[in-house]
């Protein structure tokens, strides 16, 4: 088009063409554009370098300059300054349209474009062809490393490199794993002096079914970006379609939760050994949990979904790695499984987000194991006579403190600071109020439940 280099290198690649007379065009661009102008504006020698500044600044790909109108000639100021700067620096000859040169550029990027989405298109075929290929998800991932440049790796979703093509950085797998910190649904892309990698999940679910981990030697492209998601896409959809049969699985640990609940181990076993799965040996440990979080009981041992909740059977060393919202029973045998089902369920109960033993909640006093409303309840209406009794609110006290001391009228006046003749009067008064005999043990547990209700 007749533009001659006056300064800089060619190298920087033109994303668009603006056209501005400005002095200062920056607000206006967004970077890697290159800027025509006929310097209408810029008569001072002195508006050159800081022109020039500016646009280096914001990163622009070049200047072209146009002749013929306002300036005959580039001036030589100007290309002293951008040739100080580094910025590529065009002369425009007057026969030559500034539209001529936009019109230009975006034909190039279009037909750059098209050859983008032409390259990933064949890309993705080659990847579809690959997942039907016997092997599956190993041949897709040995596809994909080969058209990225780079390796490619299939992960389990306990972090395991199931399949792996020649020079997979594992250490890189690794720690992108770890940067995710255990949000699930997110993929990590991480760069640096070694290039550039990116970890995907799997799966359509809550829990991902596992990873895979693509790298290179050099950042990754549009296209290639492209190319990945399709290589993911075609992963899930093959672990997707794996679904049917896991809920088929999950049907049948059902029926084999049930008849290890009814004592019918030996037939459990049975139902379970064709399929080639196994119960944890004794003592097992119960764990409750939310049905949505069966996914993650599946990683610890035998699961299955009962009575509205996803209940895992494991070992005790398993059981030590539950995390979140869980409740965990105590060790035992298989026939003591359905107690060990209800202390799990228990224990759920009490979790505000962490694991809760039953053995820990049981530590914590009867209370712990009531439903706090209806605690409540039950307090407000057994000593609503106390609380109604005019100004008397001592008397509740009193009732505390006199069980405090097992019924000891010494120690519980003294604890008072009253005579324990007052004491007697008062708790005369209690037994009255509330129709009740003091001296009956089951009366006292009652009315300390009702006490304690109340903290």
């Known amino acids: ?20 007379e400005l002095e200062d065009p920056t607000p206006f661009l967004e970077g890697a554009e290159l800027v025509l102008t006929t310097g209408m504006r810029l008569s001072s020698a002195g508006d050159f370098p800081g022109y020039v500044g500016r646009l280096v600044e914001r990163g622009v790909a070049g200047l072209g300059f146009g002749v013929g109108l306002t300036h005959d000639e580039v001036p030589a100021e100007l290309v002293a300054a951008a040739a100080a700067a580094g910025l590529p620096l065009l002369e425009v000859p007057r026969e030559t349209p500034f539209i001529a040169i936009g019109k230009a550029v975006s034909e190039l990027l279009a037909a750059e474009q098209y050859e983008e989405i032409t390259r990933a298109f064949a890309a993705q075929g080659r990847l579809t062809r690959a997942a039907l290929r016997p092997e599956g998800m190993h041949a897709v991932i040995d596809r994909l490393a080969k058209e990225v440049g780079g390796w490619a790796a299939l992960v389990s979703e306990t972090g395991e490199i199931l399949h792996a093509t020649a020079g997979t950085r594992t250490d890189q797998v690794e720690s992108a794993l770890r940067r995710r910190g255990g949000r699930f649904p997110a993929s990590v892309a991480m760069s640096g002096p070694d290039g550039q990698v990116v970890v995907q999940p799997l799966g359509g679910g809550a829990r991902p079914r596992g990873f895979f981990a693509v790298g290179a030697g050099q950042a990754f492209s549009p296209v290639t970006h492209t190319v990945i998601n399709a290589a993911g896409s075609l992963l899930t959809l093959a672990v997707e379609q794996g679904g049917a049969h896991r809920e088929a699985e999950r049907r049948v640990r059902g029926a084999v939760l049930e008849l290890l609940l009814a004592g019918q181990e030996g037939a459990a076993r049975a139902v379970l050994a064709p399929v080639g799965a196994h119960l944890p040996d004794e003592p097992v440990v119960v764990l409750a949990a939310a049905p949505d979080a ?39 045998p298989y026939r003591d499984l359905r107690g060990g089902l209800d202390q799990a369920r228990r224990a759920l109960q009490a979790s505000t987000g962490t694991p809760v ?6 530590g914590q006093g009867l209370l712990a194991l009531l439903d706090p409303a209806a605690a409540q309840a039950f307090s407000s209406a057994l000593l609503a006579p106390l609380s109604q009794y005019g100004s008397r609110a001592d008397l509740i006290a009193s009732l505390r403190a006199y069980l405090a001391s097992n019924g000891h009228w010494d120690a519980a006046a003294q604890r008072l600071g009253i005579h324990r003749h007052t ?23 009652e009315l300390w439940i009702a006490l304690e209700a109340t903290c």
């Open 294 to 332: 069966l996914d993650l009981l599946e990683l610890h041992g035998f699961t299955a979904l009962h009575d509205g909740a996803a209940v895992a059977v494991v070992t005790a060393e398993a059981a030590g790695r539950a995390a979140g919202r869980v409740g965990v029973s105590g060790p035992g």
């Open 423 to 445: 004491l007697r009067y008062r708790m005369k008064r209690v037994a009255e109020l509330l129709g009740r005999d003091l001296d009956d043990p089951g009366v006292r547990a």
């Open 357 to 362: 033993r039953f053995a820990d909640l049981a």
């Open 1 to 20: 088009m007749g533009l001659r280099p006056l300064a800089g290198s060619l190298d920087s690649d033109v994303r668009w063409v603006a056209v501005s």
